[in-house]
């Protein structure tokens, strides 16, 4: 029977980490007493966890009801690669596989078993969990992906409602319900739709502070594959509505060069599993995609998420950006933004047939809309649309990165306020500035609110200024708005204390959107790069041996500890995080292989200080005057040649002018390009310049910048 005091023990043993992430260990407590859960933790969180390890410490088997068929797999594999009894049962399989998995059920050989809830709810297998609990034991159900338990969530699927048989057939059974993303309503209806018992109810923070969020407005194709080339190598999504625009922007990233695949529900089902398989493994970087690429894909380490076009709404927004830096590795959410995308949602909105569900999306899109053109902390409105309080000021937005000038609009807030209250709190923000600026549509001269007080007396701002205000009011919660379709403005507490002049209003106003800009990496954090990348090439190879997605070998972040640590022997690689039993005698011995070669050869170049003979001589007849091209004549060499000897010795310290061979201003271009990508790979420098740069230039200029840098090496080796 499991101790409570040897959890962390446990944690190590199977998963490789020291220390659970907040809320988890509370979570697993209630788990192993036995207590019905429901947990809203966000992407990254380490929900899995939390009912895994569970499924470990106690005797018998947990099942786990999950929706998608990919995602069970890739979860049974990384369990597996852990060295823990793992399996599922799907149509995917043979009747002959099927019964092979369920004969290692009954000998005790598996502790979770994943599976839909199709196949859960039949009565053949409803009958083979009654054997299960009869001869072994049946340790709990863990409901992953909760929230399309409600229709009220973003993602309803009506066989989730049948879950709540589950109470019926096995009452004394736990249920551990997850999910990330869910309002206070869909967590009252996942508790009472699966019949949940005085569950523990756990809701984390929904603030992923990894993520950076941006809003650009649109310039076209060139800002996009611009912003892609600005992160060479790494994995990305980019969102778009409609299935023709993913073909063209796949198109068209191809045809660049860039390696790109599309991915919709246009696609037959063969060519979306072999894009989405070549995406997971690292094959491909780049996957163009609509909504339908969505929860089955559990890729820890995608490094941005494009949004080229306007979500449908918040929640949508959170959970598709929120599919970047998984690994709680720093990771980008762009919407590249145009106004004109609230047309494209507006008429998918107008293909419902029922009126409330009209409205609702009405509503939905009108938030994200205030999302996109707010100037208030990013986190701030979209943790809002949760319920949860966020202060601002998060470090990791474009509008907190570059905060937009701060005006005081108290008059206007008042006026707006009290043209709310005047119009007997019943109308949204549009017909209040409608009348604020004094229009004669024929609503607002029925209602006799061209008598108001407030009719007119906002002439002097334009329509968009006062939707400005009217958003700032909401996120700064000066203003209510109710939430059942209808945008109606209600005033609060905090409404009446600005209108009694007790409270003031302060606001951002429109700026020109910028990117974020990148400090310059230190030498130490260049030299961990380098191993970096060396580990991810050795950890691709070992995946693609087992067939495995890399990540569930290891993830980027146990990588870039490796790479700065760099653990020589099998005991230091131990304590690399994420490093458990099973993945130290299984990998073990090639990572620290790699890592003791990459320290010999790094010290070798760093140590270099005496130029070789022929480096020797080229340096003299550089010295005397000579010129590249004369040199190489004189030696039988190629100028190319010439310049590496020139550029190698430039890197042990020796200097020579330079100036003579490439230009200052030229000089300058290439040191800015190198502090943008590093100073490893001459293709990737060259592409922040231009044709007219040779690699000879870029190779003596990074020759300055290493040995300018050689010293702080040869102390941090």
């Known amino acids: 029977m499991y101790q409570l005091n040897t959890l962390e023990a446990s944690l190590k043993q199977f998963f490789g980490y020291d220390q659970f992430r907040p809320g988890q260990r509370t979570i697993i407590e209630a788990a192993l007493q036995g207590q019905d859960v429901l947990a809203i933790m966000p992407t990254g969180a380490g929900k899995s966890l939390c009912f895994q390890l569970p499924?470990?410490?106690?005797?018998?088997?947990?099942?786990?009801?999950?929706?998608?068929?990919?995602?069970?797999?890739?979860?049974?594999?990384?369990?597996?690669?852990?060295?823990?009894?793992?399996?599922?049962?799907?149509?995917?399989?043979s009747l002959e596989e099927a019964r092979s998995r369920q004969t290692e059920i009954f000998q005790g050989r598996i502790k979770l078993l994943y599976v839909a809830?199709?196949?859960?709810?039949?009565?053949?297998?409803?009958?083979?969990?009654?054997?299960?609990?009869?001869?072994?034991?049946?340790?709990?159900?863990?409901?992953?992906?909760?929230h399309c338990v409600s229709e009220w969530g973003h993602d309803f699927r009506p066989e989730y409602r049948q879950l709540s048989q589950l109470r019926d057939r096995y009452p004394q059974i736990p249920m551990f319900a997850f999910t990330a993303t869910a309002t206070e309503r869909v967590q009252q209806d996942i508790i009472h739709q699966l019949r949940l018992q005085q569950p523990s109810h756990h809701v984390a923070s929904f603030n992923r502070p990894n993520l950076y969020y941006e809003v650009r407005p649109r310039e076209g194709y060139g800002q996009l594959r611009q912003a892609i080339l600005e992160r060479p190598g790494q994995s990305g999504i980019i969102y778009c509505i409609s299935?023709?625009?993913?073909?063209?922007?796949?198109?068209?990233?191809?045809?660049?060069?860039?390696?790109?695949?599309?991915?919709?529900?246009?696609?037959?089902?063969?060519?979306?599993?072999?894009?989405?398989?070549?995406?997971?493994?690292?094959?491909?970087?780049?996957?163009?995609?609509?909504?339908?690429?969505?929860?089955?894909?559990?890729?820890?380490?995608?490094?941005?998420?494009?949004?080229?076009?306007?979500?449908?709404?918040?929640?949508?927004?959170?959970?598709?950006?929120?599919?970047?830096?998984?690994?709680?590795?720093?990771?980008?959410?762009?919407?590249?933004?145009?106004?004109?995308d609230a047309n494209k949602v507006e008429y998918f909105i107008r293909q419902k047939p029922d009126e409330q569900e009209q409205r609702i999306a009405y509503q939905q899109l009108n938030q994200v809309v205030d999302y996109a053109e707010g100037s208030s902390c990013r986190r701030t409105i979209q943790l809002s649309y949760f319920g949860e309080e966020f202060p601002g000021s998060c470090a990791n937005c474009d509008n907190c990165q570059n905060p937009s000038p701060i005006e005081d609009w108290t008059i206007e807030a008042q006026k707006f306020l009290s043209c709310v209250a005047r119009c007997r709190e019943q109308f949204g923000a549009k017909y209040i500035i409608d009348v604020l600026r004094g229009s004669k549509q024929k609503r607002i001269l029925q209602k006799g609110h061209d008598q108001l007080s407030t009719y007119g007396i906002g002439k002097d701002r334009t329509a968009d200024q006062w939707q400005l205000l009217a958003r700032s009011l909401r996120h700064q919660g000066f203003v209510d708005e109710t939430t059942d379709g209808y945008r109606v403005l209600r005033l609060n507490p905090l409404s009446w204390e600005i209108l009694k002049q007790q409270r003031q209003v302060e606001i951002r106003v429109p700026r020109q959107a910028t990117t974020q800009t990148t400090a310059s990496a230190t030498p130490r954090a260049e030299q961990a790069q380098l191993l970096f990348e060396q580990l991810r090439q050795l950890r691709k190879r070992l995946a693609d041996e087992q067939s495995?997605?890399?990540?569930?070998?290891?993830?980027?972040?146990?990588?870039?500890?490796?790479?700065?640590?760099?653990?020589?022997?099998?005991?230091?690689f131990a304590q690399v995080p994420g490093v458990g039993a099973a993945k130290l005698s299984r990998y073990g011995e090639p990572f620290v292989t790699v890592i003791r070669?990459?320290?010999?050869?790094?010290?070798?170049?760093?140590?270099?200080?005496?130029?070789?003979?022929?480096?020797?001589?080229?340096?003299?007849?550089?010295?005397?005057?000579?010129?590249?091209?004369?040199?190489?004549?004189?030696?039988?060499?190629?100028?190319?040649?010439?310049m590496?000897?020139?550029?190698?010795?430039?890197?042990?310290?020796?200097?020579?002018?330079?100036?003579?061979?490439?230009?200052?201003?030229?000089?300058?271009?290439?040191?800015?390009?190198?502090?943008?990508?590093?100073?490893?790979?001459?293709?990737?420098?060259?592409?922040?310049?231009?044709?007219?740069?040779?690699y000879g230039e870029i190779r003596l200029v990074r020759g300055v910048l290493r040995g300018q840098q050689r010293s702080e090496q040869q102390g941090k080796i």
Do not use: W
């Not at 859960?120 to 054997?131: G, I, K, Y």
């Not at 495995?548 to 230091?572: C, G, H, V, W």
């Open 117 to 146: 809830p199709e196949r859960l709810l039949t009565v053949s297998f409803l009958n083979f969990l009654d054997q299960v609990r009869d001869r072994l034991s049946l340790t709990g159900f863990a409901i992953d992906e909760a």
């Open 644 to 694: 590496s000897h020139l550029s190698e010795v430039l890197e042990m310290g020796h200097a020579i002018d330079v100036d003579a061979l490439v230009p200052p201003e030229r000089q300058e271009k290439i040191t800015g390009a190198i502090a943008q990508v590093g100073d490893f790979s001459l293709t990737e420098i060259r592409n922040k310049l231009d044709e007219s740069y040779t």
């Open 243 to 340: 299935r023709k625009r993913v073909d063209e922007l796949a198109l068209k990233l191809q045809t660049d060069g860039i390696n790109a695949l599309p991915y919709h529900a246009g696609l037959n089902a063969e060519t979306r599993s072999e894009h989405q398989t070549r995406f997971i493994r690292d094959d491909v970087p780049i996957i163009v995609a609509t909504i339908a690429f969505g929860m089955g894909i559990n890729k820890p380490d995608v490094r941005f998420v494009f949004h080229y076009e306007l979500p449908r709404n918040l929640e949508g927004y959170y959970q598709e950006s929120g599919r970047a830096g998984r690994d709680n590795e720093p990771a980008s959410c762009i919407l590249f933004y145009s106004r004109g």
């Open 548 to 572: 495995l997605a890399p990540y569930m070998i290891f993830a980027d972040s146990s990588l870039r500890f490796m790479s700065q640590q760099q653990p020589k022997t099998l005991e230091a």
């Open 597 to 642: 070669a990459f320290a010999q050869q790094y010290r070798r170049r760093v140590n270099r200080s005496h130029p070789s003979d022929t480096q020797q001589f080229t340096l003299d007849l550089y010295r005397q005057g000579c010129t590249v091209a004369e040199i190489a004549a004189q030696r039988d060499l190629r100028q190319t040649t010439i």
């Open 55 to 93: 499924a470990l410490l106690k005797p018998g088997l947990t099942v786990v009801v999950s929706p998608l068929i990919a995602l069970m797999q890739d979860q049974v594999d990384a369990l597996r690669d852990n060295g823990i009894g793992a399996t599922f049962l799907n149509s995917s399989l």
